[in-house]
Every structure is written in structure tokens, then in C-alpha cells.
């Protein structure tokens, strides 16, 4: 998977230039500029390490998907693998900056940043690993517990999926859950013990401890037309967040179980920043840009930049689709922003095809 004289380690110059943006004036960086398909990870993963030594995301640049990495010091970009077998919506930033966790071929990799050596912590054998599809458990998007200790990952085995983790620290592996779907699995920030994972369409927010016990459903939606999706945890809150699509966002509190609004305003992919203070989201049907709000529901959202994106997926205009069961649906996730806060609260990062290909871009923040 990595032949002699492959691209792996090979370095770009910065691509790196400032834009303005033309409805608010915010300062815009576009980070990549190679005529090919560029994204940062799904809108829940981390891109950054916490102390945005590098900026880890996908490009297309060498003919497939493969791992980079910009070097915040000095803007240039490194190449971190060479695979053609690399599930790239799964790939995880460890939060200390020394490794990337990623899934390629059957089975779970993790690859060291200083010397970019690659080890296999799982074989997953005679696997699909994968739904069909572009949207939900699909991507094939894992997730890192906070203290990068411990790593779940869905895999698809005949009809189920198998919840997998992994203790990064002695490579041991254990199956935690079987049921017939596992999407976009979160660990709580302020509990490794405890992850967020998404049932079906039509039942979406489920818990399960990491241990593989107490699994159980969190929240039912309150009727057959209501689109519950996006969800992502808010740092210090103990709660889960979620997008009622297209009414707004909510919160609910996973011991008590109370449940709020935190703002009425229609965000798609909405995360909060690490302090959980504040949110930030994109826009579709219409698309009127990125947007912050606050994350206790003070004030009204305000416009940071516009995103520019084609943001496919027609099913988005219309009522909840799935009622009947999984459809096929055309949704190419790097045509979509999928804005994220930096540790520093200081930019939104996000996916914008504006040029005709799909490049990454910051919005810096005044304040």
C-alpha cells in the first residue's frame, strides 16, 4: 500500500491566499487551491489538533483520495498517504496532534504525523465496512474519545453493523454492539465512556457506554414528518444537539433528559465551538451563508460569510424522505461546507466548490 517512491511525505508550497467576503467583509482564507476535490473531515470531527499544530484533510490532487496535512507554521502542505484504499470520510485527528486515525481496505490505521509510519490496530477480515450510499452511516465516519484513548469504529458484517473500539493504547479491540445500523458515532467530550450514535433515519439519537452496555434510546421524534439529523455534543453540557431540519435546533440532556430549543433559525451541519458557547452552522434552502448563534439561545444568528457552495442533495428542499425506508439519494458530501469552529475560536473552516472544484477556506473571526 505504500510502494518506494510513492507520494507519501512529499510537500506543496502554501496555496494559501486572503479573500474578502462580499456580503459581510470577513476576512477569508482559501487554504487549498489545486484544481481537484479537497475537504476537512465530517463537521463533527475534529480537523485541527487542539494546539493547531496542523491542519489534517482530504485532497484529490494526486489522482485519488489521500491524507495532507497543512503545516500551520509554515503553510506548507505534506502528503500523509498513499493508499487507494483509503475510506476518506473516516479519517480522525488525534486532539494531541500526534496521530491520524483513519480506516482503509478491511481494516483500522494509525498513522504517526512526526514520521509518518502507518500501523494496522485491526484487522476486520471478510468485512463491507461500509452502507451503500453517501449520507449517513455511509460516510463511514468514526470517532476519538477526547483523551485519544479509545476509538469506535461501525463496520458492516453480512446485515449488521458491528460497533468496534479500540483501546489505541494496547491495540486490544472489542465488538460493543451489533443492530442494523451505526452512524456518525460521537464519544461524549466530557465522558469517554459514553457515545452518541445514529439509529435509523427514523429514530436517530441512541446512546451506548463504551463498554457496550446500557444501550439505549435517547430521544424519539415526535412525529412521522419530523427530520431529526447533524447532531454533535456541547462541550461542558452534557447535552446533545441536534437540527429539527428545517425548524431549527435543539438540545437535550441525556441524564435528565430535558429537552429545549436553542434557536428557531433553520441550520443544516451546526457545531458548537469548544468552549460550547456558541454554534456555528451552514445554510441550504435557501443558502444565505454561515451563521453563528449562541448555543444557550441569546440573540439572533449573525451572518459570517457566505459559503458559495452547490451544496447537492435535492432531497433537502422537500419533506422527511425516509419514512418508507433507506433511498438512494445524490448528495456529494465535499460540495457541502460543513463549517468548524478551531480550537481557538478564532476561525470557521469549511468546503466551498465555488471555483468549480472544492477547496478549503477559513473565515476569520473579530471576535
Known amino acids: 500500500m505504500n510502494p518506494a517512491g510513492s507520494g507519501k511525505g512529499r510537500t506543496w508550497p502554501s496555496e494559501s491566499r486572503w479573500l474578502r467576503d462580499e456580503a459581510t467583509g470577513a476576512r477569508i482564507r482559501q487554504v487549498t487551491a489545486h484544481p481537484s476535490i479537497h475537504h476537512h473531515p465530517f463537521f463533527f470531527v475534529p480537523p485541527y489538533d487542539d494546539a493547531m499544530r496542523r491542519l489534517v484533510f482530504v485532497s484529490h490532487r494526486t489522482g485519488r483520495p489521500q491524507l495532507f496535512a497543512e503545516e500551520q507554521a509554515s503553510g506548507r502542505l505534506v502528503q500523509l498517504t498513499d493508499r487507494d484504499d483509503l475510506a476518506e470520510w473516516s479519517f480522525h485527528p488525534a486532539h494531541d496532534g500526534r496521530h491520524v486515525f483513519f480506516v482503509a481496505g478491511t481494516g483500522a ?24 450510499g453517501m449520507v449517513g452511516a455511509a460516510m463511514g465516519t468514526t470517532t476519538v474519545s477526547r483523551d485519544d484513548r479509545w ?12 460497533f468496534v473500539v479500540v483501546d489505541t493504547a494496547s491495540g486490544a479491540s472489542r465488538v460493543i454492539l451489533e ?38 434510546r435517547l430521544w424519539q421524534r415526535e412525529h412521522r414528518d419530523q427530520w431529526i439529523t447533524h447532531e454533535s455534543w456541547l462541550r461542558g453540557r452534557r447535552e446533545l444537539a441536534f437540527v429539527d431540519w428545517p ?31 456558541w454554534i456555528v452552522c ?33 432531497h433537502w428542499g422537500g419533506p422527511f424522505p425516509y419514512n418508507d425506508g433507506p433511498r438512494e439519494v445524490y448528495a456529494p458530501q465535499h460540495t457541502h461546507p460543513h463549517p468548524r469552529p478551531s480550537p481557538d475560536g478564532k476561525r470557521v473552516l469549511y468546503t466551498s466548490d465555488a471555483t468549480g472544484h472544492a477547496q478549503l477556506y477559513e473565515c476569520w473571526l473579530e471576535s
Open 247 to 277: 425548524n431549527g435546533m435543539r438540545a437535550i440532556d441525556v441524564d435528565s433528559g430535558a429537552i429545549r430549543w436553542i434557536t428557531r433559525f433553520p441550520a443544516w451541519h451546526a457545531h458548537p465551538d469548544d468552549t460550547g458557547h
Open 151 to 162: 476509538w469506535a469504529v461501525p463496520v458492516k458484517v453480512g446485515k449488521v453493523l458491528r
Open 109 to 132: 490505521w494509525r498513522l504517526d504525523l512526526e514520521t509518518l509510519a502507518e500501523e494496522r490496530l485491526v484487522d476486520f477480515g471478510d468485512a463491507e465496512m461500509r452502507e451503500r
Open 282 to 314: 451552514d445554510t441550504s434552502f435557501p443558502d444565505i451563508g454561515l451563521h453563528r448563534f449562541s448555543a444557550v439561545g441569546e440573540g439572533e444568528p449573525e451572518r459570517l460569510c457566505l459559503s458559495r457552495a452547490s451544496s447537492v442533495g435535492t
Open 179 to 216: 443492530r442494523d445500523t451505526i452512524g456518525h458515532p460521537q464519544f461524549c467530550p466530557n465522558d469517554p465512556d459514553l457515545i452518541f450514535y445514529a439509529g435509523p433515519l427514523t429514530d436517530r439519537l441512541w446512546l451506548v457506554n463504551r463498554d457496550g452496555s446500557g444501550n439505549r
